[in-house]
Antibody, heavy 113, light 112 residues
Framework: EVQLVESGGGLVQPGRSLKLSCVAS????????MTWIRQAPGKGLEWVAS????????YYPDSVKGRFTISRDNAKSTLYLQMNSLRSEDTATYYC??????WGQGVMVTVSS | DVVMTQTPVSLPVSLGGQASISCRSS???????????LHWYLQKPGQSPQLLIY???NRFSGVPDRFSGSGSGTDFTLKISRVEPEDLGDYYC?????????FGAGTKLELK
């Protein structure tokens, strides 16, 4: 059974940093692209970042490019999202996904002073 | 960016009835490899989104055959027949053909 468990969320001040983690199990982690998607409170879904199975390539929308970094540790079956220069508009639930097929339960990030 | 226009915003249905949701893209979703990466999700209240249909018309594992997807190019439809209580929630389409990947704004399926 595929399991994706996110952690690392919380309340952070604007301009500060936060790093999310997602521990994966139930599949061969290093065979698959992984993706982060977020959902602001009461809003729709937004793609945040994707990474190839080897970690050799990463992709971002303009809204987070240069501020967020997706990475992975295949030995630990863990996906990361380093978020720098956080803004209030980054407040959302962040989901870790296996390609786009399986989703974690999500972790809340609140950016506020 | 590819704009995904999803309609309607709200869809009142009766249990046992049928529902149809449309998703139109601002450009063709046919990838250079010939595949069309248009997917449908259901997000039940308080839960993570779950994949229903991938690549236009393929039901994901465990998804009942009451759900069907169709379409091509820029025009796609999700149909739900014999609506059951567990089908209520927010539906989203996603295109993963072109970067940046983009979602439709969502359709709330609710009881009439």
């Amino acid at each position: 059974e595929v399991q994706l468990v996110e952690s690392g969320g919380g309340l952070v001040q604007p301009g500060r940093s936060l790093k999310l983690s997602c521990v994966a199990s139930g599949f061969t982690f290093n065979n698959y692209w992984m993706t982060w998607i977020r959902q602001a409170p009461g809003k729709g879904l937004e793609w945040v970042a994707s990474i190839t199975n080897t970690g050799g390539s990463t992709y971002y929308p303009d809204s987070v490019k240069g501020r967020f970094t997706i990475s992975r540790d295949n030995a630990k079956s863990t996906l990361y999202l380093q978020m720098n220069s956080l803004r209030s508009e980054d407040t959302a639930t962040y989901y870790c996904t296996l390609k786009f097929d399986y989703w974690g339960q999500g972790v809340m990030v609140t950016v506020s002073s | 960016d590819v704009v995904m226009t999803q309609t309607p915003v709200s869809l009142p249905v009766s249990l046992g009835g049928q529902a149809s949701i449309s998703c139109r893209s601002s450009q063709s979703l046919v990838h250079s490899n010939g595949n069309t990466y248009l997917h449908w999700y259901l997000q039940k209240p308080g839960q993570s989104p779950q994949l229903l249909i991938y690549r236009v018309s393929n039901r994901f594992s465990g998804v009942p055959d009451r759900f069907s997807g169709s379409g091509s190019g820029t025009d796609f439809t999700l149909k739900i027949s014999r609506v059951e209580p567990e089908d209520l929630g927010d539906y989203y389409c996603l295109q993963s053909t072109h970067f940046p990947y983009t979602f439709g704004a969502g359709t709330k399926l609710e009881l009439k």
